[in-house]
């Protein structure tokens, strides 16, 4: 903290409790940098001269300073066609056994969770573009959710830059994609109203509850972030989310086995994934 007084060990484990309260998310001292960082920059951009002066603009959410705090701590590193052998299952079985027990017209619904700036849910439904064609035969909804506004915002502009879009061949940038110079480019308005963008917070089942329910879940890469409580508490509101029968995709690093009994597991060829049991009807 360059120009404001580093934050004492107890005001480090006040902080790192008031954001695990909120967000679910827990840090400790290893990641002592990390949460200095975000606390100075947060500091310098409120004009809070030391830690107590800030800690007392963000409990009484001062100019919406709770909803900026939390903004600075989410991690949103990902690219298009991120750890696609699940996209690959998405449309070679995942697809096809939830229409088994859908009724004809019903609308097949897809949820990534958090979404980050946009990169998932885009990618989902290019993918359904380009691998499923029974695409234009069913009504398909793909809701994307995250706890961070910011990323939300560009989420909906879908501006990427080169990194982003570094798994996409040249034949896929040029059709879905207009290149705007400098090395960025933004998705078509098309694919853009394709997606619908909501916030939403994990751990606080008011906020995920009036998704609704889904046919597939993709919520990748942010169980790592929680304790075994607030995996635990996430778990429980996916679970809800599901409709029977309905699946939810991990991050290769994560197992809902280890969360949650609630879920069985299914082994397909492109994929491991997790189910919501079909004889489950409960709320």
């Keep these: 903290m360059a120009d404001s007084a580093p934050i004492t060990h107890e005001e480090y484990r006040r902080l790192c409790e008031y954001l695990y309260r909120r967000t679910g998310m827990t840090f400790n001292e290893t990641r002592r940098y990390f949460v200095d960082r975000r606390v100075a920059d947060r ?11 800030y800690f007392a603009r963000l409990r009484g959410d001062i100019d919406g300073e709770i909803e900026q705090f939390v903004n600075a ?10 750890e696609d052998h699940q996209l690959q299952c998405l449309t070679a079985n995942l697809l096809e056994e939830r229409l088994k027990v859908k009724q004809n017209g019903e609308t097949m619904r897809i949820w990534s969770v958090p ?19 029974q695409v234009d035969a069913h009504d398909i909804e793909i809701v994307a959710s995250d706890i961070d506004t910011e990323v939300l915002s560009a989420a909906r ?14 034949a896929l940038i040029d059709k879905y994609f207009v290149a705007l110079g400098g090395d960025r480019w933004q998705i078509l308005d098309d694919l853009r109203n394709s997606v619908r963008f909501t916030p939403a917070n994990l751990v606080e089942r008011a906020e995920t509850r009036p998704h609704g329910l889904f046919d597939v879940i993709f919520c990748r890469n942010v169980l790592i972030y929680f304790d075994d409580t607030s995996r635990r508490v ?15 995709c991990l991050g290769h690093t994560e197992s809902m086995s280890r969360i949650s009994p609630l879920f069985e597991v299914c082994r397909f060829a492109d994929a491991i994934v997790y189910r919501r049991p079909m004889g489950d009807r409960r709320g």
């Excluded at 502009?157 to 040249?170: N, Q, T, Y």
């Design 115 to 133: 979404c980050s700036t946009g990169e998932e849910p885009y990618s989902i439904a290019m993918w359904l573009l380009e691998n499923w064609p």
């Design 73 to 82: 701590f989410t991690v949103n590193e990902t690219y298009f066609y991120r």
């Design 234 to 248: 996430a778990a429980e509101n996916l679970y809800e989310n599901l409709a029977p029968g309905g699946y939810i």
């Design 43 to 53: 500091m310098a951009a409120t004009g809070a001269s030391t830690f107590a002066d």
């Design 157 to 170: 502009e879908g501006v990427f830059g080169k990194r982003a879009l570094m798994r996409l061949s040249p």
